[in-house]
């Protein structure tokens, strides 16, 4: 989280602030990453109604705020480039925030409820192909020069596409799940604290133990079981860079990111046969809806090879 003291807030707005996030982990448990998610949104919320409102927001601002005011910081927000997800992902941060105060008497939340979110076109996945996959995902595909690092951004990816993780799930891996690895399956906590059980494949296990091998780092039971260079919790940022560098090195669409793997793992079941509620399963979504994308992904790229095959195409 961020340091209070960045926050542009009157006390009374910062201290309530504090508590709904406090109130956001340990009575509704929601996930790390949307905790945090909420807690820029709030942040960014507060910068704009400090120049709205001609200096730091209080308690009473909120009180006061009406749908104009939440459409201008919407307008604000596109202005700098965020798309329609992340202004919806915003605007539920806020209503959220609003509720919780609203239960204690001290705002209305009514003028947020009544804003209709922006609506967030539905884009299908954009998987690699089996073969760019493969390639992204071994030790020989790595740029990095020091040999323990590049085993381990192998491992972290092949965890990602062999196992279709996402790169949050395969960062919070412990030395602890190391026997998990070698037993040929993982235990993974997903988004809303969902538990799934998910393949460890021969390759992948062979990925992580090289990393492990070369690690010059103890990796005990209660610490991440990937590093950062100088040996503290690696980090996605660290991963998503690496991967901008084999887009370029490996000729790679920018599509080509981390979580294209997992869609990739995904994609690649699917299209040798894989069952829709299996996949669902290993991905860990909470509804079949949401797996079903990847059946019109599939179909997309049958469409794509007929055309690109049949002599009357």
């Not at 009180?63 to 604000?76: E, N, Q, T």
Request: charged letters at 25%; hydrophobic letters at 40%.
């Amino acid at each position: 989280m961020a340091d209070e003291f960045l926050i542009s807030a009157r006390p009374d707005l910062q201290k309530a602030r504090v508590e709904w996030l406090a109130s956001l982990n340990e009575e509704r448990r929601l996930a790390r990453l949307t905790i945090e998610a909420y807690e820029r949104d709030t942040r960014q919320f507060f910068q704009f109604l400090t120049g709205h409102c001609g200096g730091p927001p209080g308690l009473s601002d909120l009180s006061d705020l009406k749908p104009a005011d939440l459409r201008a910081f919407l307008a604000v927000r596109r202005a700098d480039g965020a798309g329609a997800r992340t202004l919806g992902r915003g605007l539920a941060g806020i209503r959220s925030f609003l509720r919780f105060l609203e239960k204690r008497g001290m705002a209305n939340a009514a003028g947020a409820g009544a804003l209709r979110a922006p609506r967030a076109g539905k884009g299908l996945p954009k998987p690699l192909t089996a073969a760019d996959a493969r390639r992204v995902a071994s030790g020989e595909g790595q740029l990095a020069e020091e040999p323990w690092i590049a085993a381990r951004n192998a491992a972290v990816l092949a965890l990602l596409y062999g196992s279709g993780l996402r790169i949050g799930e395969a960062l919070r891996l412990t030395g602890a799940d190391i026997p998990a690895l070698g037993d040929g399956t993982l235990r993974i906590t997903g988004k809303g604290g969902k538990t799934r059980m998910v393949p460890v494949l021969t390759v992948v296990r062979e990925a992580v133990n090289e990393y492990r091998r070369l690690c010059p780092y103890h990796l005990s039971a209660e610490e991440p079981l990937f590093r950062g260079a100088r040996g503290g919790a690696l980090q996605p940022a660290i991963i998503q860079r690496e991967m901008k560098k084999m887009r370029s090195a490996l000729n790679l669409p920018e599509t080509a990111t981390p979580h294209a793997l997992r869609h990739s793992f995904a994609t690649h079941l699917l299209g040798r046969g894989g069952d829709l509620r299996a996949i669902q399963e290993l991905l860990g979504h909470a509804s079949l809806s949401t797996t079903q994308i990847y059946t019109a992904v599939d179909t997309a790229r049958l469409l794509e090879s007929y055309d690109a095959a049949h002599p009357r195409a």
